[in-house]
């Protein structure tokens, strides 16, 4: 008697379960049950329940031109009709070897006097007008006035980007071309004093 008892607790469970939704709709019997007053509910499919999208014609867009008015607002609206503008790429330069950001920072950690003086001044821009050379070129950004004479090699946009700023307040050219980069560390090696207005005579 004890080993028909084991027999039936180690048997497995019918699956899907007797009373189940899918054991009632596939089985004949289904409408015996519904005679008995017990209803059992329909498994709708996958189409049944919700109809397919519509189909995207995103692969026929074109950049600015607006998608043909359809039944479907899903898609974001296009906020303009003109065709996107294309943005000038400014031009990087190739760099000797030796002249990249890593030998840059090498360079100033070197201890090198890069600054070309030995105190910081305040320098008036009829001063600063006077470095706009190659060989002695400075420039103001954000009111302070750096040597850029030693970095001209290592710039990535090339010494003749770099030189346009020569002799001259650069903040702004700065700000327009890459407002992204910190001139402070990028050149404080180089710091030769402070921009300040003409004195007055």
């Known amino acids: 008697m004890d080993r028909t008892r084991q027999v039936?607790?180690?048997?497995?469970?019918a699956f899907p379960a007797i009373n189940?939704?899918?054991r009632a709709a596939a089985s004949p019997s289904s409408s015996s049950d519904s005679s008995r007053g017990l209803s059992i509910p329909k498994i709708l499919t996958d189409s049944a329940l919700m109809p397919p999208p519509p189909v995207p014609?995103?692969?026929t867009r074109q950049p600015g031109v607006p998608p043909p008015q359809s039944s479907s607002s899903?898609?974001?609206?296009?906020?303009?009709t003109q065709p996107p503008r294309r943005l000038s790429r400014r031009e990087k330069v190739a760099l000797a070897p030796g002249f990249g950001p890593l030998d840059w920072g090498n360079l100033k950690a070197s201890g090198q006097n890069l600054r070309g003086v030995d105190a910081l001044m305040r320098i008036p821009p009829s001063v600063l007008k006077l470095h706009n050379k190659k060989?002695?070129?400075?420039?103001?950004?954000?009111?302070?006035?750096y040597n850029i004479t030693p970095y001209l090699p290592y710039?990535?946009?090339?010494?003749k980007e770099l030189m346009r700023v020569a002799g001259r307040d650069g903040t702004k050219l700065f700000s327009l071309t890459h407002a992204w980069v910190n001139a402070d560390f990028m050149l404080d090696a180089c710091l030769v004093g402070f921009l300040v207005s003409e004195p007055s005579s």
């Open 57 to 59: 014609s995103l692969a």
């Open 20 to 22: 189940s939704a899918q």
């Open 8 to 13: 039936k607790t180690t048997a497995p469970p």
């Open 74 to 80: 899903l898609l974001a609206p296009m906020t303009t």
């Open 155 to 159: 710039h990535p946009g090339g010494e």
């Open 135 to 145: 060989e002695d070129a400075w420039t103001a950004i954000n009111g302070k006035v």
